[in-house]
């Protein structure tokens, strides 16, 4: 019987990830249907635990957001980063990055919602952290730039710091009139849309001679 607790104690740590991903996941679905209304007891009920068991690994519905919400960065950060970034290409490289980073918007309701509706609420820390991600995702796209003007990459000229502002400000534009307003589900040219202020950022940002893929 000894040889099986080490089996029996795996296969609890397999249970616990099931029921924890099954909460993470019902909090998801439900926040993006009903934000901040939402309850303890109907995230239980369709992860299929119990109360307290939510309870047991958080000690709020706000800490249970806060996890959701890492988790969704996380995955969101890590297809992003697929994007393969070469020599001589970073302008198409940063335009990929956008189309990329959109789409997955565009597949995410969670995320959706947060940039419709009440991004204060669904974002952990209120309107502090809202402007907080908006800050970090500028800074993260500065860092990018001012490589790919060091590198000759990108044009000699940029100006870094609103440059990284307006891309951000396209993104978000972008992902409210495609993905979010309900009468953008009737347009038949976002595909057409997106392609095209994907290649204007790229045009923009190429250096002169720049290669092109």
Do not use: C
């Not at 997955?104 to 809202?130: C, H, K, Q, W």
């Amino acid at each position: 019987m000894r040889s099986q607790r080490p089996q029996a104690t795996g296969e609890r740590a397999a249970g616990r990830r099931r029921r924890l991903t099954r909460i993470l996941d019902a909090a998801e679905k439900l926040f993006a249907a009903h934000g901040m209304k939402t309850t303890v007891d109907e995230i239980a009920a369709e992860a299929r635990v119990s109360k307290g068991l939510v309870y047991d690994h958080y000690v709020s519905k706000e800490a249970l957001l806060s996890t959701v919400w890492a988790r969704l960065v996380d995955a969101w950060t890590a297809e992003v980063r697929k994007t393969k970034i070469a020599d001589g290409s970073l302008a198409d490289a940063i335009g990929e990055v956008m189309r990329v980073s959109l789409e997955y918007v565009n597949a995410n309701p969670f995320l959706r919602r947060i940039i419709a509706l009440d991004p204060a609420s669904l974002i952990p820390g209120g309107p502090e952290g809202e402007v907080e991600f908006a800050r970090q995702y500028r800074k993260d796209f500065e860092a990018v730039l001012a490589r790919g003007v060091r590198r000759g990459e990108l044009r000699r000229d940029l100006d870094v710091a609103h440059t990284a502002e307006v891309i951000w400000l396209l993104h978000f534009t972008l992902t409210r009139e495609l993905f979010v307003r309900r009468e953008s589900r009737s347009r038949a040219d976002a595909e057409q849309l997106l392609r095209s202020a994907v290649e204007l950022v790229v045009a923009g940002l190429r250096a002169p001679g720049g290669r092109r893929r």
